[in-house]
């Protein structure tokens, strides 16, 4: 069984449509990265995996459950199977990277022995590869700590699936490297499926195990990265330009 199933996928607004007939498998422990122009509708399919959307039709089976058809109530006993780190990290300005972190599982889980949550803590912390930032406030903190410890709380609760909306958008490339090797290491050592949305060719390339591209509201690929880089669906080749271009002037 696979871990997500996506079938006959559909997302309209009385006005547009914008996901037209998606279908597709994620396995256990993968890393898909889905990418595509701008209104694609990449970030409309993140939302509908996650349930922060309905679909208008289509069935959305997350281990074996169709999350489309859940209420409310129960849908958010699946939500906390899942992770999810945000564009801009998403932190609560007013809370310090400690509370961050915990704000889920104090939310979810009553009475957690303060000793459980300082482990907690430490641990997802040095997952992320930061130090003794915990009493930090989120304002003293460079982006790309903000992105590690969005990852930090989205490891909190030991997820099955992690979902990531633009990762590395706005960091350095040195930063956005580390982000990339973050969520390779998270993936592989927690055997955590991951669903990554970016812009960002050269991330997408290094960390997928395989690659959606969404055009249109349609999904026209969905490969490993080498098969990808030889399709040759025009669409996908003239959105993949700059990114073969770059790897020829490397090799």
């Given amino acids: 069984m696979s871990a997500i199933s996506v079938r006959n996928l559909n997302y309209e607004l009385p006005e547009k449509r914008i996901l037209h007939d998606i279908s597709f498998d994620l396995e256990s422990g993968e890393i898909v990265s ?11 399919l993140l939302k509908l995996l996650t349930g922060l959307l309905r679909p208008t039709s289509g069935q959305i089976i997350v281990e074996g459950t169709d999350i ?19 564009q801009y990290a998403a932190l609560f300005d007013s809370l310090t990277v400690y509370d961050n972190i915990l704000f889920s599982v104090v939310r979810h889980r009553k009475r957690v022995p303060r000793e459980e949550l300082d482990t907690i803590v430490r641990e997802r912390l040095d997952a992320v590869g930061l130090g003794e930032v915990e009493w930090l406030m989120p304002s003293q903190l460079s982006g790309g700590m903000q992105k590690r410890v969005g990852l930090a709380r989205a490891l909190a609760m030991n997820p099955s699936f992690i979902f990531y909306d633009e990762p590395t958008s706005g960091l350095d490339p040195i930063t956005a490297h580390t982000i990339d090797e973050l969520i390779v290491e998270t993936g592989r050592n927690r055997n955590v499926t991951s669903v990554v949305v970016s812009h960002h060719l050269p991330s997408v390339f290094r960390i997928s195990d395989r690659v959606a591209m969404m055009y249109g509201g349609e999904l026209v690929a969905l490969s490993t990265p080498k098969e990808l880089l030889a399709s040759e669906n025009k669409t996908v080749q003239a959105f993949l330009a700059p990114e073969r271009e770059s790897r020829q002037q490397r090799f």
Avoid at 34 to 44: D, E, F, N, R, W
């Fill in 34 to 44: 889905i990418m595509g122009p701008s209104g694609s509708g990449k970030t409309t």
């Fill in 68 to 86: 489309a058809k859940l209420s409310e109530t129960e849908l958010d006993v699946v939500r906390l199977k899942m992770g999810l780190v945000f």
